[in-house]
């Protein structure tokens, strides 16, 4: 009898031993779902004010000289994951960084650019020879390329 009660003192341990183990496992699972849980939680999107989203994205645009200087408009739309940028600037790069930082301001978010591209004028006298014939220059070279493109 006494050989009985020390097998099963060991089976005893050793089951104790198994449960400690699958429990605390368990536990690290549940932690790490709970912490992903909390990234990709939908309802974060829905706490999110549209004002609060459109101060983000100027935000970011005032890290560009010339973005913040476009005084561009945001006009944001939370429940629908979508914003609309619209003003005008002065080259297509600039439409295009403004559109690229405002993606990148939120996951998944639609933008749509209402933004005109407008070179700004120069004056007469910063019109020199050199700068017509580099513009002349340019002209041709589009209608060559336009004639094989077609």
């Not at 005893?12 to 198994?18: D, E, K, N, T």
């Not at 994205?57 to 994951?81: E, G, H, Y």
């Not at 220059?137 to 209608?143: K, L, V």
Request: hydrophobic share 35%; net charge positive.
């Amino acid at each position: 009898m006494n050989k009985d009660t020390k097998v099963s003192w060991s089976v005893v341990a050793g089951f104790l031993g198994l449960t400690l183990l699958g429990v605390s496992l368990s536990l690290n699972g549940c932690a790490a779902a709970d912490s992903r849980e909390a990234t990709t939680d939908p309802t974060s999107k829905a706490q999110m004010t549209n004002s609060e989203l459109e101060e983000e994205i100027k935000a970011r645009f005032k890290t560009d000289a010339q973005l913040d200087a476009a005084n561009l408009s945001v006009d944001a739309n939370v429940n629908r994951n979508e914003i609309t940028l619209s003003g005008t600037v002065g080259w297509e790069s600039l439409r295009t960084k403004a559109l690229e930082l405002a993606k990148s301001a939120h996951a998944d978010l639609t933008v749509t650019t209402k933004i005109d591209v407008k070179p700004g004028e120069i004056s007469r006298t910063a019109y020199t020879k050199e700068r017509a014939r580099r513009t002349q220059h340019s002209q041709r070279a589009g209608r060559d390329y336009r004639r094989f493109a077609r």
